[in-house]
Antibody, heavy 119, light 107 residues
């Protein structure tokens, strides 16, 4: 079955960096766009970034542009999110999600990984 | 950016009730509107895409309607498993945006 498993979360100091990974299985990873979506504690959902199936198209939310980089390795069936210059308001559960049909909706989602930015 | 406004932000309902949640876009998004359900501590799941298409495996008591700027999610007969938070999301164009969520609680 389709499965997405995030890893790499943890506690990090403001200004530092962290890289998240999302391991995909159960589908042809190289045929699908992928997203990162985050959710701050007790808050709603916020889309973070999108990468097309081949990595040729990338989009970011304004709040992370210039600080975060989405990438993928289709040979490893893995999606990444490099997060630099982290701030307290980046604290959230980060989910990876498959772009269901190339039409910018999300199905399925991973279980999420918690990133806490704190000194 | 396209802003998505959901209402109400919360509601209390009983098992068997009919529940309607609305979502309004700040500009026309045609039918590029999707609905998700999220339970505490869990990842969201896709319920409906392109305004009214039920995702495979989702019970038929869920339905969606609307186009342009105004959309609704309806649960025809509320079941215990439906107590959760619901989010709308526009997929018209990046940056992709969500509504603030509607928490459906037990009355």
């Amino acid at each position: 079955q389709v499965q997405l498993v995030e890893s790499g979360g943890g506690v990090v100091q403001p200004g530092r960096s962290l890289r998240l990974s999302c391991a995909a299985s159960g589908f042809t990873f190289s045929s699908y766009g992928m997203h990162w979506v985050r959710q701050a504690p007790g808050k709603g959902l916020q889309w973070v970034a999108l990468i097309s199936y081949d990595g040729s198209k990338i989009y970011y939310a304004d709040s992370v542009k210039g600080r975060f980089t989405i990438s993928r390795d289709n040979s490893k069936n893995t999606l990444y999110l490099q997060m630099n210059s982290l701030r307290a308001d980046d604290t959230a559960v980060y989910y990876c999600a498959r772009d269901f049909r190339g039409d910018n909706w999300f199905d399925p989602w991973g279980q999420g990984t918690l990133v806490t930015v704190s000194s | 950016d396209i802003q998505m406004t959901q209402s109400p932000s919360s509601l209390s309902a009983s098992v068997g009730d009919r529940v309607t949640i609305t979502c309004r876009a700040s500009q026309s998004i045609s039918n590029y509107l999707n609905w998700y359900q999220q339970k505490p501590g869990k990842a969201p799941i896709l319920l409906i895409y392109t305004g009214s298409t039920l995702q495979s495996g989702v019970p038929s008591r869920f339905s969606g309607s609307g186009s342009g700027t105004d959309f609704t999610l309806t649960i025809s007969t509320l079941q215990p498993a439906d107590f959760a938070t619901y989010y709308c999301q526009q997929s018209h164009s990046p940056p992709l945006t969500f509504g603030g969520g509607t928490k459906v609680e037990i009355k």
